[in-house]
């Protein structure tokens, strides 16, 4: 009488089982409905020689019997455009299939990541640097030109920036929400929550309307390390989020790629410390391009800047400066240097992130 | 019987000339007043009626009516006493029947007949000789604020008789420019811009702000300092003109904040107020209308540190003082114009927590500090014409000491002032800041580049028009500081710099 979809939604909500042991569960019965039919309606019941141990184990356990819950789940889902794929639909990454606790339910808007896209994560601290933020953003940006996908968090910091490099580039970024995919968190990136959809998707694994709670992060990231080919950490501080993603993809087999800082950089602690537990380092995208096989296209020849706008940049890229700084430390006047700021900042290449503070866009 | 003695009375921020009539009559024994009085003149009744008293002289019990003109002009102070008493006495026969039109008697009666100080006797005295009259009287304490003024006798007096036998032509009164003293204002604080360290760029934009007249703001980290900077300002400020001294010190007398024994006020004003001031302390105001700060701080200096904190509606009311260089204050009973050509210095940090942008102190996101800004509105932040960053310093800083003396300063400040003096002979004010459209037309003319850099900006949405005057009249004191005649495209490039953030 029901869909499949819906023993799928009764079967994640399942209180007392384990994710670890409901993909065990999965495993072997090989549908949601089959374990509903064994519970509760054995006449429908197919085995198809399933452990002893497991079927102990159900016989044990007392669950819900009721499919309306799920029912209205999935009547609210499709009606506020929400789509959901299940771990047994051949729709479900594979990719993910990889983990332990693969989550049985994924909701969706948008679309997910294709079995043969190559998705890169990019992830790192909220209170970004602006060094941070403009790495990221030119990560995403440079692997947007050779049509590879990034998948973060839509967490403040590098998160953001990563999403916005490649959704500028019109490209497929994916993010995974530590919330349901109905709650826009954090809300300050509203606009970028909108627009991901449109190329890329919003995932989540928790029911819609499901808040953004501290315990739901760490299950979250796994999503992430778990769907990337490769991830990148930007910025890290020692005790980071981020550090625990780099280490599940590690479990998961992922070359874990960083950028590094300087040591005296908060920011860069947890980088380095990765460095040296012997991750790659980021130099540029060359190095990821040798690792996923793609060959060099003709890139797209940056203009490299001359002169003083080019030795203006290249001051600004260690980190913001202030201006008397920049006067005193390159050999132009001083009008020179402000009037070429401001074509700077014209061309969006500069930033005045605070009075007289200025900053690589 | 009658008589008739002359006083004074402030109302506001002017000096009103009062006429002080009494009418002794047969009937039942009272003292009466009338005039339109505060309760502090009316309170006279006992002090004048004790004090006559007891400097010997007997009142038979009679009615005693006391009017004050003119009726519809509220009187306030305490300064009424002794005209009162004097009144009183002549029509009792006990001082000659000669005419007293033609001296002003101010003074506050104490019981024991002693003349105490009052307030505003500065400008009373200024009325007294531009209304004609020859002589006046005042307080002993006041002789040190009042003794300048020439072409009038100023006679001190310490008690009631001492007054009554002067009238009478049996003793002599001081004058008030034998019995002035003045103490020598020590140099309180030995505050000078030398101990700044670094930080040229603040340092210059204070001496252009103060050399202009500019408005001027600090945004930096906590200690990075600008309240250090602010109250140094005073040191490179140069000091009053006579004609603004007599000005200032009429509005300080007024507000009761002259000194034991401070002559004229030379330096500019400087104040600052803390954040929790009204509107009405701010602007002025009250039952009987008194000057705010921004009055007090005319040609000088008003600091708000700590900008966000004070309250809004305060930050924006100050906003007709400084476009108008005044301030109206309307009330029920009386609607009143003071002058308020104060320059405005503000200090604020970037935001909540201080350190922004730097990152390993500051964690507050972008919607954290538009919210912090957000308090203070854009067009207030725009009156500000001069707008500079203070940092934070390091080791580097404290070692190296490059630090410019106050000296150093005050003379460059003084030079563009002069310049502008000369510019300005024909206007009737003094610095750049104060210039109108036309005068910008006039003393700002720029190179042919220079004009096509700034029409570029125009252009490029990057200035207003307010925008685009705003930065000629800085850099046209920031090139009388160089004591160029020309604004040259540096001087153009710092001004521009000056400008605030567009960002937050």
Redesign the interface.
């Known amino acids: 009488m029901y869909d499949e979809i819906i023993y799928d939604i009764w079967f994640s909500a399942l209180e007392k089982i384990s994710l670890r042991k409901k993909n065990l569960l999965i495993n072997q019965f090989l549908s949601s409905k089959n374990i509903y039919n064994y519970l509760f309606n054995k006449n429908s019941f197919i085995n198809s020689n399933i452990n002893q141990k497991i079927i102990e184990y159900l016989d044990k356990i007392t669950v819900s019997k009721d499919l309306s819950f799920a029912n209205l789940i999935y009547k609210k889902a499709v009606k506020n455009k929400i789509n959901i794929v299940s771990y047994t639909s051949k729709n479900y990454p594979s990719k993910l299939r990889n983990l332990e606790d693969a989550p049985i339910l994924l909701f969706f808007r948008g679309s997910l990541p294709k079995e043969e896209e190559v998705c890169v994560g990019i992830v790192g601290a909220r209170?970004?640097?602006?060094y941070g933020s403009y790495v990221s953003y030119n990560i995403a940006k440079d692997l947007a030109r050779y049509k590879i996908s990034t998948i973060s968090g839509l967490a403040?910091g590098i998160d953001t920036y990563a999403h916005r490099g490649t959704n500028d580039m019109n490209e497929k970024t994916y993010a995974v929400l530590g919330c349901g995919v109905d709650i826009c968190y954090p809300s300050?990136n509203i606009n970028l929550y909108n627009k991901i959809p449109l190329n890329g998707g919003i995932i989540s694994e928790f029911f819609p309307q499901t808040t953004p709670k501290p315990y739901n992060f760490p299950m979250r990231n796994r999503i992430i390390a778990g769907l990337c080919d490769i991830l990148i950490v930007v910025e890290a501080k020692e005790k980071s989020g981020s550090l625990i993603t780099a280490d599940m993809a590690l479990e998961m087999g992922k070359e874990i790629y960083v950028v590094p800082g300087r040591i005296t950089?908060?920011?860069s602690v947890g980088c380095n410390s990765l460095i040296n537990q012997g991750a790659n380092i980021y130099q540029g995208i060359n190095s990821i391009l040798e690792n996923v096989n793609i060959s060099l296209k003709n890139e797209e020849s940056s203009t490299k800047e001359v002169g003083i706008k080019g030795e203006i940049l290249k001051f600004l890229t260690e980190s913001?400066k202030?201006?008397?700084e920049i006067i005193h430390t390159l050999k132009y006047?001083?009008?020179e240097i402000?009037?070429t700021i401001?074509e700077l900042i014209?061309e969006n290449k500069v930033?005045?992130?605070?009075?007289?503070?200025y900053?690589k866009f | 019987m009658y008589s008739e003695v002359y006083g004074s009375t402030i109302f506001g921020l002017h000096s009103y000339v009062v006429r002080v009539e009494v009418d002794i009559s047969s009937g039942l024994p009272c003292f009466e007043m009338s005039g339109l009085l505060t309760s502090e003149v009316r309170e006279a009744k006992e002090r004048v009626r004790i004090a006559i008293k007891n400097s010997g002289y007997e009142l038979k019990p009679q009615r005693i009516v006391l009017n004050y003109s003119p009726a519809n002009i509220k009187k306030s102070g305490t300064g009424l006493d002794l005209p009162s008493a004097v009144c009183i006495l002549q029509a009792f026969n006990y001082i000659k029947d000669i005419s007293l039109s033609d001296i002003m008697f101010i003074g506050e009666l104490s019981f024991d007949g002693s003349i105490r100080k009052v307030k505003g006797g500065l400008p009373s005295v200024i009325k007294a000789k531009c209304a004609g009259f020859k002589k006046v009287i005042i307080p002993y304490e006041n002789a040190s604020e009042c003794f300048v003024v020439r072409g009038i006798e100023i006679f001190v007096a310490k008690n009631l008789k001492d007054v009554v036998l002067f009238l009478n032509e049996e003793n002599n009164l001081e004058r008030a420019e034998e019995v002035a003293k003045i103490n020598e204002i020590k140099n309180k604080a030995s505050l000078d811009f030398s101990d700044i360290c670094g930080q040229?760029?603040v340092v210059n934009a204070a001496s252009v702000a103060v050399a202009g007249f500019h408005n001027f703001l600090m945004?930096g980290p906590p200690g990075s300092g600008k309240s250090m900077i602010a109250k140094r300002l005073k040191t490179i400020m140069p000091n009053l003109s006579e004609e603004e001294s007599l000005y200032i010190t009429s509005i300080y007398s007024i507000a009761g904040l002259i000194g034991e024994n401070e002559g004229l006020l030379k330096e500019r004003p400087y104040r600052s107020p803390g954040q929790n001031i009204s509107e009405s302390a701010m602007l002025g105001g009250g039952n009987n209308p008194r000057p705010g700060e921004v009055t007090l701080a005319s040609k000088g200096v008003l600091f708000l540190d700590e900008l966000t904190q004070y309250k809004s509606n305060v930050l924006e009311a100050l906003r007709q003082p400084l476009e108008d260089r005044c301030v109206t204050v309307s009330r029920v009973s009386y609607s009143m114009k003071f002058n308020a050509d104060f320059m405005l210095v503000g200090a604020m940090n970037?935001c909540k927590c201080g350190y922004?942008?730097d990152?390993?102190k500051c964690?507050c996101?972008?919607?954290d500090i538009s919210k912090y800004f957000g308090k203070l509105s854009t067009p207030f932040l725009d009156r500000f014409d001069i707008?500079?960053?203070t940092?934070a310093l390091n080791l580097n800083d404290f070692e190296n000491k490059e630090t410019i003396s106050s000296n150093t300063l005050k003379e460059r400040v003084l030079v563009a002032m002069q310049i502008q003096k000369e510019r300005f002979k024909n206007k009737n004010y003094l610095f750049n800041s104060f210039m109108q459209a036309s005068d910008i037309e006039e003393f700002c003319k720029l190179s042919k580049e220079n004009m096509k850099?700034m029409e570029d900006?125009f252009i490029?949405n990057?200035l207003t028009a307010r925008g685009y005057h705003k930065i000629l009249k800085v850099a046209r004191t920031i090139a009388d500081l160089e004591e160029r005649k020309e604004i040259s495209?540096?001087h153009?490039?710092?001004a521009?710099?000056y400008r605030?953030?567009?960002?937050?």
Do not use: F, H
């Not at chain 1, 209170?127 to 602006?130: P, R």
């Not at chain 1, 930033?351 to 503070?357: H, T």
């Open positions: 209170s970004c640097s602006e403040v300050v950089d908060p920011l913001k202030d201006i008397e006047s001083e009008e402000y009037l401001l014209r930033k005045e992130i605070s009075q007289n503070i900053a | 040229s760029l945004i970037p922004y942008p990152r390993e964690n996101s972008d919607i707008t500079v960053r940092k850099l900006l490029k990057e495209k540096k153009l490039v710092r521009l710099m605030k953030c567009i960002n937050v």
